[in-house]
């Protein structure tokens, strides 16, 4: 389980999560008289054919609107997930999975001000292409864990910066 949590950040290197969360409160305190959004997303790609194995890249973004942001990934392998229903589940299911362990670890951070936040899950379906029949059921699980959902085109979480890693 700890190394499901090890991310990878693109200035600092590899951090646990309590360092991610460390980081992300200090990206905040740079600025904290400015708006912040806090995004995860899933994406993935599969990799090898026979036997089939996917890699999945989750991101956790903190977002200073207007002005850029920080983002952290990490990367987990799975075997033979073979459907586009599958692949979208397990990509919201790893979502779900950092948005709650942020969540409660946040509740035991000293000086805790992220919880002001809501967390955005960024989902990466959209209305065109085969994932359209999948939105409502997949945002209501997101929602129903007490998230925001974002499909595209604003799921930029997902189909762009955990896009860039898988």
Do not use: C
């Not at 992300?24 to 912040?36: G, H, T, V």
């Not at 805790?112 to 939105?135: A, W």
Request: without cysteine; aromatic residues 12%.
């Amino acid at each position: 389980m700890i190394q499901d949590f090890l991310f990878h950040s693109p200035t600092q290197g590899a951090l646990d999560f309590e360092k991610v969360v460390a980081s992300l409160f200090a990206f905040i305190r740079e600025d904290p008289e400015r708006q912040y959004r806090i995004i995860i997303g899933t994406d993935s790609r599969d990799l090898q054919e026979d036997p089939p194995v996917r890699a999945f890249v989750t991101a956790l973004i903190v977002h200073r609107v207007g002005f850029g942001g920080r983002y952290f990934f990490r990367r987990v392998y799975v075997k033979n997930i073979r459907s586009i229903r599958d692949v979208i589940y397990h990509e919201a299911f790893l979502s779900l999975q950092v948005s709650q362990r942020l969540v409660e670890f946040l509740h035991h951070f000293p000086g805790n001000h992220l919880s002001n936040y809501n967390v955005e899950i960024h989902i990466d379906v959209g209305q065109n292409g085969p994932t359209r029949n999948l939105i409502r059921e997949v945002v209501g699980m997101v929602e129903s864990m007490g998230f925001v959902a974002k499909v595209k085109p604003e799921s930029f979480g997902a189909s762009h910066v955990a896009h860039r890693h898988t």
